[in-house]
């Protein structure tokens, strides 16, 4: 029996306090389960934004996603989250990432480090993190969230939740720009967690972060925009892609459909610019989670 489906909208941006409440019960309103923020500068401030979010809210979880592991000395959030858990009457989901935005790390004055040494501090972070919580008896569910090797298996050993965003940084890039992975690719990278998770008495909830939804009859008035800032994409291979859903009703329902039955995912995280139109396919996920035929996908972690 697959697992039922669950969403979160990614809250991206501060505001006053009444604006950031009204933002809050909107996404509880149009059916999220779980109310999310990012840890970029420039952003929200991921605890106290959680803090005020569960306060304004009734039922949605609260999460950071992803706690970014290379602005915090890991004994620093063991703090933060037991807090934070205390104040939102356990509500909390905990989401550890590596970091990928060189520009950030030099705006704090912190060293960004190579990719292998970015991996080794996050995976320092979980231990510590880890040893920290369980002696304040403080228990929250751990989203880790990667596509390489090593962050698929850390995520196999530890994580509750096994995130992934379907894009990778551009080489080069110190901005955070991301490239999509391609269907097949993706495919590929969640046969490779498989792999590494084949050995876990419990498998894991499994996470996609969706980069765009456009409820539409015509995809490719909706994709324009980036087909012209992309000109190396088509649009075919646009609306391949497991993070963009942009089509019919049905169309989307369907892609979501086949993207649990094919590789497991059940928790659909939602950018807030597409928190309000991806509202009728959750509520239609919700009321017929199994009905109707599922799209092709290209990239089966079996082929």
């Known amino acids: ?6 969403f979160g909208a990614s809250l991206l941006t501060s505001s006053p306090a009444d604006e950031w409440r009204a933002r809050c019960r909107r996404a509880e309103a149009l059916g999220y389960d779980v109310i999310l923020v990012p840890d970029h500068l420039g952003m929200v401030a991921p605890f106290p934004a959680l803090v005020a979010a569960a306060d304004a809210t009734e039922r949605p979880q609260v999460g950071t996603f992803v706690l970014n592991a290379g602005f915090w000395n890991p004994t620093l959030p063991a703090r933060e989250v037991t807090t934070t858990d205390d104040l939102t009457g356990g509500r909390l989901e905990l989401g550890l990432g590596t970091g990928y935005v060189q520009a950030e790390h030099d705006r704090a004055g912190l060293p960004f480090g190579s990719p292998g040494e970015r991996v080794d501090h996050l995976r320092r972070t979980v231990e510590e993190l880890g040893r920290l919580l369980d002696a304040a008896k403080c228990r929250v569910p751990l989203l880790l969230g990667g596509n390489g090797d090593r962050m698929l298996r850390l995520a196999a050993e530890h994580a509750d939740i096994a995130a992934f965003a379907g894009a990778s940084p551009e080489p080069g890039s110190t901005t955070g720009r991301l490239a ?6 993706f495919g590929q990278r969640v046969a490779r967690y498989r792999e590494f998770a084949a050995d876990r008495e419990e498998a894991a909830e499994l996470n996609l972060l969706i980069q765009m939804v456009a409820v539409t009859d015509d995809p490719a008035s909706a994709l324009r925009p980036l087909l012209d800032r992309r000109p190396d994409l088509s649009l075919e291979y646009v609306l391949d892609l497991p993070v963009f859903l942009v089509g019919t009703l049905d169309r989307i329902t369907a892609k979501v459909r086949a993207l649990r039955d094919r590789y497991g995912f059940s ?12 509202a009728p396919v959750a509520e239609e996920l919700r009321r017929n989670p199994l009905a109707g035929p599922a799209v092709p996908l290209l ?3 079996h082929e």
């Not at 999509?180 to 690719?185: C, F, H, T």
């Not at 928790?267 to 991806?278: D, G, I, K």
């Open 1 to 6: 029996m697959p697992r039922p489906f669950r």
């Open 180 to 185: 999509p992975v391609d269907a097949a690719g």
């Open 267 to 278: 928790y659909l995280t939602v950018l807030e610019p597409h928190v309000e139109a991806f």
């Open 299 to 301: 990239g089966s972690p």
